[in-house]
C-alpha cells in the first residue's frame, strides 16, 4: 500500500475583482483521456489517503498534476462527477467557466479534503458556530455544503460571483478526496457538464458531452447519491437553517441532528426550505449557490412533467390520459415516423403500463424505472442517470412522473421541475 506524497501547495495568485479576470475560451486540442480508478483502492490515515492500487495512484498523480498545471480536471463525487480546477487560481477557475460555457454570476463550491483545508480558505478572524460544527460531524465527507463568510484576498470573486459568501463542501467520494488531498489544494469543482443540461454520474455522461474540452476523466464509477450535494445557510442572525438546494443530506436528516444534538439552544435551529418555507428575492436575482438562477438539468428534447401527486390549484382541472397522449401525436405527422417517448417514473407506477394502453403504433414508448415509490434515495440515484440515456437513445420527448417530495423525493423534484419545459396535472 502505499502512501501518496502531498504536492506543496502552489503560491496563491494576486486576486482581481471578477470584471478584470479573463474568462479563458476552452481550447479543443484536448485528447480526452479516461482513467479508470478503484474507489475501493483507497482508505485514509487520518487526512493523509493511502492507497493499495498503482494504477489508481498514477492516475490521481497525472491528475494533481494537471490541477497544478492550471488546467481542468473531471472527477467522480459521491454526488455527481466534477470538473475541477485549483479554487485559489483565478486563471484555472476561468477555464471551469469556459468549457461549460457557465454564466460568470453563477458561483462555485469549494471542495477540500479535511478541516485543516478548510480553515485555509475561511477568513483568520471567523470562528465555527456550533451549529456548524455539529453539521460537519454528522455529514462531512459527504453531501453537504455549507455557507461560510469569505475573504476576497483568500478565495477570487470569480468563485463566489463577488457574493459575501463561499460554499463550501468535503466530498466522501474516495477519489475526489485523495484527489484533493494529493493536490494539496482546495478544488473548485461544479458537475462536469455542459452549462444547462444534466449532470454526469458517469465518466461516459462526461466523455459525450465535454470530450475534447477536458484533458482528463478519473473514472470511478457510477456515483452513489446521483443529485448534487444539499446547500445550507446557517449565517442569519436567527440561527435557522436554510436550505438553499436540496439535494444528497435530506431536509429529514438535518431535523433529525437538530433534535439530537442541538436541543438545548433557546431557541433550536428551524429547517426552512427555499420556495417552500420562504422566499427571498435578493439570492434569487443575485445568488450564493449553484442552481438557483438559471434553468438546469436539461437534455437535449422536451421535458413534460406529469403531476399525479399533488393537488392542482382550484382553476386548473386535471388532464386524462387519452388528452395528454393525443397531444403527443400531434407531431408525428411532421416527423412522418413513430415518437419515441422516453418515460420516468417509478418502477411500481401505474403510469407506463396506462400510457402504453393508450398508445398506438404512432407511439414508441421507451421505459426508464427510477426505483419503488416508497424508496426516493432510488430516484435520486437513476434520475439523471435516466435523462441522460434517453437523450442518447434519441428519443423526441420525456415524460417524468412526480414523486412525493419527501426524504430524497425534494431534491428529486427540485431537479425535475428545472428540466421540464412543461406539466401537466394528469388524471390516472
Known amino acids: 500500500m502505499l502512501r501518496l506524497t502531498l504536492l506543496r501547495h502552489r503560491p496563491v495568485l494576486k486576486h482581481f475583482p471578477p470584471t478584470h479576470v479573463t474568462v479563458l475560451r476552452p481550447r479543443m486540442a484536448f485528447t480526452t483521456q479516461i482513467l479508470k480508478c478503484d474507489p475501493d483502492s483507497v482508505s485514509f490515515d487520518g487526512d493523509k489517503p493511502c492507497i493499495a492500487s498503482s494504477q489508481t495512484t498514477q492516475a490521481l498523480t497525472w491528475a494533481s498534476e494537471q490541477l497544478h498545471?492550471?488546467?481542468?480536471?473531471?472527477?467522480?463525487?459521491?454526488?455527481?462527477?466534477?470538473?475541477?480546477a485549483l479554487a485559489l487560481e483565478p486563471d484555472a477557475v476561468s477555464r471551469i467557466f469556459s468549457t461549460k460555457g457557465r454564466p460568470p454570476d453563477n458561483p462555485l463550491i469549494v471542495h477540500v479534503a479535511s478541516r485543516d483545508m478548510l480553515l485555509r480558505v475561511l477568513p483568520k478572524d471567523y470562528k465555527m458556530s456550533r451549529t456548524y460544527e455539529v453539521l460537519m460531524r454528522h455529514f462531512w465527507p459527504g453531501p453537504l455544503t455549507l455557507l461560510f463568510p469569505t475573504d476576497s484576498s483568500i478565495v477570487p470573486p470569480i468563485i463566489t460571483a463577488n457574493q459575501p459568501t463561499v460554499a463550501v463542501r468535503m466530498p466522501s467520494h474516495p477519489i475526489a478526496r485523495a484527489l484533493i488531498a494529493l493536490a494539496d489544494a482546495p478544488v473548485a469543482a461544479?458537475?462536469?457538464?455542459?452549462?444547462?443540461?444534466?449532470?454526469?454520474?458517469?465518466?461516459?455522461?462526461?466523455y459525450n458531452d465535454i470530450q475534447g474540452k477536458v484533458g482528463i476523466i478519473l473514472d470511478g464509477g457510477a456515483?452513489?447519491?446521483?443529485?448534487?450535494?444539499?446547500?445550507v445557510d446557517g449565517l442569519q442572525a436567527d440561527g435557522n437553517l436554510r436550505v438553499l438546494r436540496p439535494g444528497g443530506v435530506t431536509v429529514e436528516?438535518?431535523?433529525?441532528?437538530?433534535?439530537?444534538?442541538?436541543?438545548?439552544?433557546?431557541?433550536?435551529p428551524q429547517v426552512l426550505v427555499h420556495k417552500r418555507d420562504y422566499r427571498d428575492e435578493a439570492i434569487e436575482h443575485a445568488p450564493t449557490t449553484p442552481g438557483m438562477k438559471y434553468r438546469h438539468y436539461s437534455p437535449s428534447v422536451p421535458v413534460t412533467l406529469l403531476l399525479t401527486q399533488s393537488t392542482p390549484p382550484t382553476s386548473t382541472q386535471r388532464t386524462s390520459l387519452s388528452t395528454f397522449v393525443g397531444s403527443l401525436k400531434t407531431s408525428v405527422e411532421t416527423l412522418g415516423?413513430?415518437?419515441?417517448?422516453?418515460?420516468?417514473?417509478?418502477?411500481d407506477s401505474p403510469l407506463p403500463d396506462r400510457l402504453k394502453?393508450?398508445?398506438?403504433?404512432?407511439?414508441?414508448?421507451?421505459?426508464?424505472?427510477?426505483?419503488?415509490?416508497a424508496d426516493p434515495a432510488v430516484s435520486a440515484h437513476r434520475l439523471f442517470d435516466g435523462l441522460l440515456t434517453l437523450d442518447r437513445a434519441k428519443v423526441d420527448?420525456?415524460?417524468?412522473?412526480?414523486?412525493?417530495?419527501?426524504?430524497?423525493?425534494?431534491?428529486?423534484?427540485?431537479?425535475?421541475?428545472?428540466?421540464?419545459?412543461?406539466?401537466?396535472w394528469i388524471e390516472l
Not at 462536469?192 to 449532470?199: E, L, T, V
Open 190 to 206: 461544479p458537475s462536469a457538464n455542459s452549462s444547462g443540461k444534466p449532470s454526469p454520474t458517469r465518466a461516459e455522461h462526461v
Open 357 to 373: 394502453s393508450h398508445g398506438t403504433a404512432d407511439i414508441e414508448w421507451l421505459q426508464h424505472p427510477l426505483g419503488p415509490v
Open 253 to 268: 436528516d438535518l431535523e433529525r441532528v437538530i433534535r439530537e444534538d442541538l436541543a438545548d439552544l433557546e431557541p433550536a
Open 69 to 84: 498545471a492550471l488546467q481542468t480536471v473531471a472527477f467522480p463525487t459521491e454526488t455527481v462527477y466534477g470538473l475541477g
Open 337 to 347: 415516423r413513430p415518437l419515441r417517448v422516453g418515460v420516468l417514473a417509478p418502477s
Open 397 to 424: 420527448h420525456i415524460v417524468i412522473e412526480e414523486i412525493r417530495e419527501e426524504r430524497e423525493g425534494l431534491a428529486v423534484m427540485n431537479r425535475v421541475k428545472k428540466a421540464a419545459g412543461t406539466s401537466v
Open 223 to 231: 456515483c452513489g447519491v446521483g443529485l448534487e450535494s444539499t446547500v
